[in-house]
């Protein structure tokens, strides 16, 4: 088992463009977390999964930002319409209960 | 809205030195959780504490949750150099997603 990964690893993206991230946690963790983090600060929750089952969404979630996680495996998170502000490190994490562990997280930065 | 203040925000210290960070909140979480983070990588969990008043050690790291459970410290002993890094705390929440809430973090800087 090679842990969390992220890809891609890097994205640069112009304001208002479309961007995908994928996520693919520990085989057998059944739950899987997004979060996003800005500079200097700690990571700020944003969805949760429990299975293929959304369970819990952060407000900072707005209408641009999807995710997914078909078949209770790998998942996606989607952000239409980039905004500047939207220039972070997505980092997603698997757990079995308590503890995560996080991939590497995608760094995306919008011009 | 639940918060977990962090302090010290930044620290450098020489090798040898002892150092405590600390975490606080006036909220209640399920469980405590430390992690240490390296510039462009994810954090990575350092130990998960759930009983008021437990202490945890690992190697030259102790680590405490207050009796109350709203609060906690990581004490480093004979801080090494492999040391420096971004410190966090999460606190869990309650409710079953156990989703977290972090401190911003305390930079750590050991000197050789």
């Known amino acids: 088992d090679t842990g969390v990964s992220q890809d891609p690893r890097h994205k640069i993206t112009k304001r208002g463009q479309n961007v995908t991230f994928r996520c693919d946690p520990i085989s057998e963790h059944n739950r899987l977390y997004w979060y996003r983090q800005t500079l200097g600060q700690g990571p700020e929750f944003l969805t949760y999964f429990q299975n293929e089952a959304q369970l819990e969404k952060s407000r900072l979630l707005s209408d641009r930002f999807s995710a997914e996680r078909p078949k209770g495996s790998f998942s996606t998170l989607e952000i239409q319409r980039t905004e500047q502000g939207d220039s972070a490190m997505y980092l997603c994490a698997s757990s079995p209960t308590r503890g995560y562990t996080f991939g590497s997280g995608t760094r995306l930065t919008v011009v | 809205t639940q918060l977990l203040e962090q302090s010290p925000q930044f620290l450098s210290i020489q090798e040898g030195e002892n150092l405590t960070v600390y975490c606080n909140s006036s909220?209640?979480?399920?469980?405590l959780q430390w992690y240490r983070q390296e510039p462009g990588e994810g954090p990575v969990l350092l130990v998960t504490?759930?009983?008021?008043?437990e202490v945890k050690k690992l190697k030259r790291l102790t680590f405490q949750f207050g009796d109350a459970r709203k609060d906690s410290s990581l004490h480093i002993t004979a801080a090494q150099p492999g040391d420096t890094g971004l410190y966090l705390c999460a606190g869990g929440t309650q409710g079953g997603s156990e989703k977290l809430v972090f401190g911003k973090g305390t930079k750590l800087t050991v000197n050789p």
């Open positions: 504490v759930v009983t008021g008043g």
């Open positions: 909220s209640v979480f399920s469980s």
